[in-house]
């Protein structure tokens, strides 16, 4: 049998394919760390048990592959038919039995794989829309996807740490964060200065400066705890609201 490979010939956009398909194969690894009882327990999510979490990640995909398949037909599918289903989805989700907990997350990271592979160059390019309302080519679905897996591997708190993230995924999650507090008007006063690269987010008269490494600050950033990180003038706050 001949194996079949990425439609897409862009180099970038293979690389970030890369990212997302390791960030599965990572939370996978740590989901199957876990016994059946221990997705009983909780996450690093308040309100939320490793079940939630799993099942969010599963449904997840089917709901990005679902604009993968719009870009790709031109017929429009939602991610979901609003907020409050994909809530009670994943509630739902959180009530099946484990193997089948299991098999929802493995399936549908497939199907969102083979749907980006058979994704035909030119409909990289199509426009989509995300549950929030914003209108995105269907490469961002990559990201979106590459974010949540990453992350949520460290919400099964099951030993994943942000230093697991690679360092590119934390930096250009960073920005989205940053991007969005500045479109909020919420970092104002605020600064932020990633230890050992440069990077600088924020206003640059602000009374609050956060510094630390990168995988600490992105921690913080998340609202995920404050390991690492340090206030220049006094205690750290928390981080202002991203999503």
Do not use: C
């Not at 690093?44 to 604009?67: D, E, Q």
């Not at 979901?80 to 039995?97: H, K, M, Q, W």
Request: net charge negative; hydrophobic share 45%; no cysteine.
């Amino acid at each position: 049998m001949v194996a079949r490979h990425d439609l897409t010939t862009d180099p970038g956009l293979q690389e970030q394919l890369l990212q997302a398909r390791r960030g599965t194969a990572f939370f996978a690894r740590k989901l199957n760390e876990l016994s059946d009882a221990e997705l009983d327990g909780g996450s690093l999510l308040p309100g939320w048990s490793r079940r939630h979490v799993v099942a969010h990640i599963g449904y997840n995909a089917r709901a990005i592959a679902r604009l993968v398949e719009w870009a790709s037909t031109g017929v429009e599918t939602p991610m979901y038919p609003s907020v409050a289903v994909r809530d009670e989805e994943i509630n739902f989700g959180a009530t099946l039995s484990p193997i089948a907990l299991r098999n929802l997350f493995d399936h549908s990271a497939v199907h969102l794989s083979v749907e980006w592979r058979d994704l035909p160059e030119d409909a990289w390019h199509h426009t989509v829309r995300t549950i929030q309302g914003r209108e995105v080519p269907a490469s961002e679905t990559v990201w979106m996807r590459t974010r949540e897996v990453w992350v949520h591997a460290v919400d099964l708190d099951n030993g994943a740490s942000f230093g697991d993230i690679p360092a590119s995924v934390l930096e250009r999650l960073l920005r989205d964060i940053t991007s969005a507090w500045s479109t909020r008007g919420t970092d104002t006063g605020l600064l932020v200065k990633v230890a050992g690269t440069g990077l600088v987010f924020g206003d640059p008269d602000a009374a609050v400066v956060i510094t630390g490494p990168l995988p600490g600050v992105v921690q913080w950033a998340t609202g995920r705890g404050t390991d690492g990180v340090a206030g220049v003038a006094g205690p750290v706050p928390a981080a202002p609201k991203w999503i």
